[in-house]
């Protein structure tokens, strides 16, 4: 009952401070290793997955669709890593600006599970790098963007079940990071696409855009598709001249 009361008195009316003592709370009940797993998972783990999403993104399609879908798709993925970086770079003065504390600065008894913070907490660095690459991925291929949003939303909620973010700094950082990589991606697929045009021209670093054996089999089916009107007109003309 006391820590009930000590509880209120910490949180007050503010539903942000509420719902970080209820997620955080699930760390002082959780085992020990689950929490150096979160700790773990939170620091490093996701945004290692992430990476791999990419990866296998860019893998994927430059198998399967069209030259132009391949090029298109390089490019996109290409921009959801700087989408990322610029991101940060915008959230350099927004910390300066507002100024909040950690969590566990003006709040007590919460279960922090990572030493060493002392920057400032809005927005969430992490938060923010994994929407933005999300976002990017969304532009390249709807079901890797699914992928790496729900990775984006387990990523927001480890930042505050580790106590080193509040949920507004996680939303911020999601606002942010969709915000980069959306708004600026026409722009930024416009300096892009040419480029990976040129490298999927290219005979030597064409297969980080095209695979050769999607090439060849494009090649392969467009031949096809020049050969049957040949092969119309030449059988017209062998008609013709039996007619004649």
């Known amino acids: ?16 401070v509420g719902l970080l003592y209820d997620i955080n709370g699930l760390a002082k009940e959780a085992p020990s290793w689950l929490d150096r ?24 399609v430059r198998r399967r669709g069209s030259a132009e879908d391949s090029v298109a798709a390089v490019a996109a993925l290409i921009w959801a890593p700087l989408a990322a970086g610029v991101a940060l770079l915008v959230n350099v003065p927004i910390r300066g600006f507002v100024e909040r504390p950690r969590p566990f600065v003006d709040h007590t008894g919460l279960e922090v599970l990572v030493d060493g913070k002392t920057d400032y907490s809005f ?38 079940y580790m106590g080193v973010h509040y949920p507004s700094d996680v939303v911020g950082g999601f606002a942010l990071g969709t915000a980069v990589a959306l708004l600026l991606a026409p722009l930024a697929l416009a ?7 040129a490298v999927a021209a290219s005979g030597r670093f064409g297969w980080l855009v095209r695979s050769r054996r999607a ?30």
Not at 3 to 15: D, E, I, K, Y
Not at 136 to 158: I, N, S, T, Y
Not at 191 to 197: A, I, M
Request: proline share 3%; hydrophobic share 55%; glycine share 10%.
């Open 1 to 16: 009952m006391a820590g009930l009361a000590a509880r209120v008195v910490a949180t007050g009316s503010n539903p942000d």
């Open 37 to 60: 797993t979160m700790e773990f998972v939170g620091e490093y783990g996701i945004m290692l997955a992430m990476v791999l999403v990419v990866l296998w993104c860019w893998w994927s």
């Open 123 to 160: 927005v969430s660095d992490h938060a923010t790098m994994a929407m933005a690459i999300a976002a990017g991925l969304f532009v390249a291929q709807r079901r890797f963007g699914l992928a790496g949003l729900a990775l984006a939303m387990a990523e927001g909620f480890c930042r505050v």
């Open 191 to 197: 300096l892009l696409t040419p480029l990976v045009s």
């Open 215 to 244: 090439a060849g089999g494009a090649l392969q089916t467009e031949t096809l598709d020049i050969s049957e009107p040949r092969s119309e007109t030449a059988a017209g003309s062998g008609q013709n001249d039996l007619a004649a």
